[in-house]
């Protein structure tokens, strides 16, 4: 009887077999180690934050004859400059519960320093400073859920 030698597979078939695992099962991270073999497969995500835009109904709509609406009361804009949020979700201020908040406020930030995490469709998204300031106020509470344009901090250049 002949015995068949199985082709020695190569460090990109594995990597490959690992990848399928990975998709098939939904994986975010797979490591695999062997003697002097290691492999590590990291699923990169994407964190663009995309602008929704927000359309406001018609100014006043007719109203039934003789039925009088009346207007809803409008939370008080704060006065000053916003951070206003790119997308609607659950604002978070620190990456988890047991965390510090990414920034406080009288904080001075960076352009491009994370400010806070937005969870939208259990992705979260983290949201960075469009230019440098200072932190005066953190409007929004912890764990709300927030509309697109909110204000989510009150700012100074």
Not at 77 to 100: D, L, N, Q, V, W
């Amino acid at each position: 009887m002949k015995k068949t030698v199985k082709p020695q597979e190569t460090a990109f078939d594995q990597v490959q077999k690992f990848y399928q695992f990975m998709n098939s099962n939904k994986l975010e991270v797979i490591e695999f180690s062997k003697d002097s073999t290691y492999i590590k497969l990291v699923r990169k995500h994407n964190n663009v934050v995309h602008q929704i835009p927000v359309f406001a109904p018609a100014a006043h709509a007719a109203a039934p004859a003789g039925k009088t609406a009346a207007p809803a009361p409008r939370p008080a804009a704060p006065a000053g400059e916003t951070i206003k949020a790119p997308m609607s979700g659950i604002f978070y201020r620190s990456p988890s519960p047991s965390s510090p908040p990414y920034v406080r406020e009288g904080d001075a930030i960076k352009e491009g320093q994370v400010i806070c995490v937005i969870e939208a469709m259990k992705v979260f998204n983290e949201i960075k400073a469009e230019f440098n300031c200072v932190i005066e106020k953190v409007i929004q509470e912890n764990g709300k859920a927030l509309e697109p344009n909110a204000d989510m901090f009150m700012v100074k250049r």
